[in-house]
């Protein structure tokens, strides 16, 4: 079992720059790919990216592609997202979730945090 905590969501303006942390429990933590979703209000949850245990592969969607960075340390149980060049249509509730292969839909995913709130503004 894996418990999944997120933090450092905030307030920030249009090209700023943030970066999530979800810190894990569990001793197999490196066994895990990982993922971040976000959902916004009114829509519905969507994937951001993921990354394998071993951290060697790693996948974005196309929205951040070249903006949103996955990483993980296996030795720290945490994954992280830096967030580059934020944008308003970046704001949304974002959550990390823990599955045994690192793929993009969400049902794949059987461990959630319980999400971190970003708001970018104009």
């Known amino acids: 079992q894996v418990q999944l905590v997120e933090s450092g969501g905030g307030l920030v303006q249009a090209g700023d720059s943030l970066r999530l942390s979800c810190a894990a429990s569990?001793?197999?933590?490196?066994?895990?790919?990982l993922g971040w979703f976000r959902q916004a209000p009114g829509k519905e949850r969507e994937f951001v990216a993921t990354i394998h245990g071993n951290g060697a592969y790693t996948s974005y969607a196309i929205s951040v592609k070249g903006r949103f960075t996955i990483s993980r340390d296996n030795a720290k149980y945490t994954m992280y997202l830096q967030m580059n060049s934020l944008k308003p249509e970046d704001t949304a509730v974002y959550y990390c979730a823990a599955s045994t292969v690192a793929l993009s839909n969400p049902r794949y995913y059987n461990y959630w945090g319980q999400g971190t709130q970003v708001t970018v503004s104009s």
């Open positions: 569990g001793r197999t933590f490196s066994t895990y790919a």
